[in-house]
């Protein structure tokens, strides 16, 4: 069965530390995905990559950044945590290829504390 | 901008009724259509999509949603809720199969009574 995992499900860190949430699938996908999920706002973009080496801006990237050294592998960054980061981060992946679905294969999430 | 509509954050239905999860789109062109379940503490799972062809499509757990070109909707059915429906659903939309990044609507949280 195809996969998405994300390192961590649970993670309390503290205000000022540097924070890497990793996201690995095993499907040979273009497409990677970092959303944060929050109660009341739904799923909001804060990163996306169409390959490897390549990453765009989403609708909320401020405070953070991302790497894709390897087309399996995507890593979002707190650079410096905030309280206002704590929240559910959910990793997905997509291929360009399959002719017959452009669904997103989701991970389980990494819920996250910053204290 | 694409956008997505869910209409009412919360459903309740009682086990045995028929479910009906409403999703409204903003569109110039034909969109492709993605309806995606998530339970508690998981991530979300593809339930069924839209992209060309059949205009009602089946997915998994017996749910199923028309595309309404004339209505811009595409709303989730089922036409006896189980116990096991209660989650929360989501409606996205992507216009460029090639570009990748879906739209997602809000979400709706469905909860069977018994």
């Known amino acids: 069965d195809v996969k998405v995992t994300q390192s961590s499900r649970y993670l309390v860190k503290r205000t000022g530390e540097k924070v890497f949430l990793e996201c690995v699938q095993d499907m040979d996908h273009e497409n990677m995905f970092w959303y944060r999920q929050d109660p009341g706002l739904g799923l909001r973009l804060i990163y996306f990559?169409?390959?490897?080496?390549?990453?765009e801006k989403g609708d909320i990237p401020e405070g953070y950044s991302v790497s894709r050294e390897k087309k399996e592998r995507f890593s979002l960054i707190l650079e410096s945590a905030s309280t206002n980061q704590t929240s559910m981060y959910l990793c997905a992946s997509r291929s360009t290829g399959n002719p017959k679905g452009y669904g997103y294969t989701f991970g389980s999430g990494t819920r996250l504390t910053v204290v | 901008a694409q956008s997505v509509t869910q209409l009412g954050s919360h459903v309740s239905v009682s086990e045995g009724a028929l479910v009906l999860l409403r999703c409204n789109y903003s569109?110039?062109?034909?969109?492709?259509l993605f309806w995606y379940v998530q339970y508690p503490n998981q991530g979300l799972q593809l339930l069924l999509k839209y992209t060309t062809g059949a205009t009602l499509v089946k997915g998994i757990n017996g749910f199923e949603a028309e595309f309404k070109k004339s209505e811009t909707s595409f709303h989730l059915t089922k036409p006896s809720a189980h116990m096991s429906d209660a989650a929360e659903y989501f409606c996205?939309?992507?216009?460029?199969?090639?570009?990748?990044?879906?739209?997602f609507g809000d979400g709706t949280t469905l909860t069977v009574k018994p």
């Open positions: 990559s169409y390959d490897v080496k390549m990453k």
């Open positions: 569109s110039s062109v034909p969109p492709y």
């Open positions: 996205a939309v992507n216009y460029n199969t090639n570009a990748g990044k879906s739209t």
